[in-house]
């Protein structure tokens, strides 16, 4: 395999945390680091803090960054975080050659025809049509969606916002929860509910329901639901996650019938690779089938989750 010229600076830029590596040749990444975004004032003392960690008159003159926000024109403002940055006045500061920025589930989506089935493990039935319409969506501090429309010889990945669609619930669990949510939101979008913050919330509505009185709930952050309800030691945490993944299985199923992703459905983000099998087991591939009429038709459409832990990287070298 051929080596880069320069090692390229690739990033993958959440609302919690800044993964960052060189890729010295294509798909090999070495020095990677994660750094808490909040230990940082802003993107640039961010990527600068990684590059001082970094062996001295190491030369880095190409820079690939993957970030949780839209990405249109210039101006990079992110959703789930206060950071902003010009990509030109960054390019300018960084000292480098090429810049390019783009949303970070576009960039997961361009990363899906490089992975191996090591990479990747189906949760229930269906089978893949070659050269279809792929369709791409994962919980973490957000809601990201992204797809893969066949063009020649190769792809074209699409830049959505579709985690920001208005939420719909599809049982009484869930009417509960969109009242609660109801309370603090406007408009309550897919997003709220399916992320970490959206675990919080779920979680707090259903011990509600459940008979907790409000001013007597600990908060519980995602990590912590998540921990709790795959060891089955809270009856609450449980509920939240098969509400969850319930919820993702809807949203997932309308991605399917939205696009025609007869090329099946990926699943990402930080949230769903760390349930492991306990995913397998949830509603999650139920609920993605119940479609009333068109169940036969996404029942054909398989459903994979991503355990590459470099994905991003990937498809943000692409």
């Not at 190491?58 to 992110?78: F, Q, T």
């Not at 940055?85 to 025809?113: C, K, Y």
């Not at 997003?191 to 459940?210: F, T």
């Not at 009333?292 to 070298?317: D, K, L």
């Amino acid at each position: 395999m051929a080596s880069h010229d320069s090692p390229r600076l690739i990033a993958d830029i959440g609302g919690t945390y800044a993964r960052f590596a060189l890729e010295t040749a294509q798909g090999q990444f070495s020095a990677q680091a994660s750094l808490r975004c909040a230990a940082h004032a802003d993107f640039h003392a961010a990527v600068r803090a990684y590059l001082d960690t970094l062996p001295p008159g190491l030369a880095v003159e190409h820079a690939a960054v993957a970030i949780a926000n839209p990405v249109e024109g210039d101006r990079v403002r992110m959703t789930n975080y206060h950071w902003e940055f010009s990509i030109e006045q960054m390019r300018q500061q960084l000292r480098l050659d090429t810049l390019v920025v783009v949303n970070d589930f576009t960039a997961l989506a361009m990363s899906l025809p490089r992975l191996g089935g090591h990479d990747i493990r189906q949760v229930g039935g269906g089978q893949a049509v070659a050269k279809s319409v792929v369709g791409l969506v994962g919980s973490g501090s957000g809601l990201g969606m992204s797809a893969l429309i066949p063009a020649g010889d190769g792809w074209v990945s699409l830049g959505s916002e579709g985690g920001h669609t208005s939420f719909s619930p599809r049982d009484e669990r869930e009417v509960v929860v969109l009242r609660h949510a109801w309370r603090q939101f406007e408009h309550v979008s897919a997003e709220r509910l399916l992320s970490g913050p959206g675990l919080a919330l779920i979680y707090r509505a259903l011990a509600e329901h459940a008979g907790a009185q409000p001013d007597e709930l600990v908060p519980l952050a995602a990590p912590e639901i998540t921990r709790r309800a795959l060891a089955g030691t809270d009856r609450v945490c449980v509920d939240t996650i098969e509400v969850f993944c319930a919820m993702l299985g809807t949203t997932a199923a309308n991605l399917a019938v939205t696009l025609g992703a007869f090329g099946g459905i990926y699943i990402g983000g930080g949230i769903v690779p760390r349930l492991g099998a306990w995913f397998d087991r949830s509603p999650f591939r139920q609920r993605f089938e119940d479609k009333g009429r068109f169940s036969r038709y996404v029942a054909a459409i398989p459903t994979f989750v991503i355990t590459a832990e470099q994905a991003t990287f990937v498809g943000a070298s692409a």
